[in-house]
């Protein structure tokens, strides 16, 4: 009988979870669930014996690989895979997947949410701005990227857009003009959005100098991961420029040196919530759950992220 564990350290909705431990005990399967562990001792323990799992932002490195003897599949509910060790994962024939647009409305709506928050000086009572006319760059133009510029352009925002893996082409039916370089893409935004993912390319990548080509007034909404923020350059333009707002569902590791020293100019959510929706979490949990039967039945890996 295959096992599979279900390890979240910020646990899926009830009603995923649900749905999901129905999907693979009609399957055969034995589920297990792991939520809100507090050391990775338990984590090691949990994997020990199963066959697949399913994580969120979950740390699954070379370690929890190593403990996990019996596992095949490996199965990220969410968009981004950078808490995966793919190499190890390759090396020890385990297929690693991701859910490719199960929960983007739920982080496109919050980064549109979060420009609104900023623009309207956080909901304080000041006088603030609208979004309509203003232009938004879209960093990133993925499942996530494309559902912010099409909300965007309902509220009558203009949208810009780059990323590495698009075309002018392929963007034309989005009404999205793709700007040529990055520079071009922040010294065009009002507001930035970013959703491009974190990795050896892109890691501090978004720097005081990009940050600083941007209009007078301009805000960087972060909802991708910290990572890809120069925090010393943050820390430098928010100091220098007076207009600057930085707005991030993760807070920056320097966050105590910027925490209310920028009034309505710098927040972050005091815990990730960009998927945190019901609607977000069963559609990613469901399509994890089903990825992980497919994969056992007929062998399905069309979401797989390593090779
Ligand atoms: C993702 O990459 O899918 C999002 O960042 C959501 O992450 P979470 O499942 O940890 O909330």
Redesign the pocket.
Known sequence: MKRVLIATE?PFAAAAANQMVEILEKAGYQVQRLEKYASKAELLDAVKDVHAMIV??DIVDREVLEAAKELKVVVR????FDNLDLIACTEKDIVAMNTPGQ?SNA?AELAIGMMIFMSRGQFKGVSGTELKGKTVGVYGCGNIGRRVARIAQGLGMKVVALDPCITKVSMEPYDIKVVQSVDELFSSSEFLSLHIPANDKTKKSVNFDLMSKMPKGATVINTARKEVIDEDGLKKILEERPDFKYISDIAPSNHADLDGKFELRYYSTPK?Q???TSEANVN?GVAAAEQIVAFFESGDQTYRVNR
Do not use: C, D, I, Y
């Not at 509910?77 to 981004?80: K, L, T």
């Open positions: 910020k969120r932002s509910a969410g968009s981004g929960n982080v990730k960009g998927a945190e990613a």
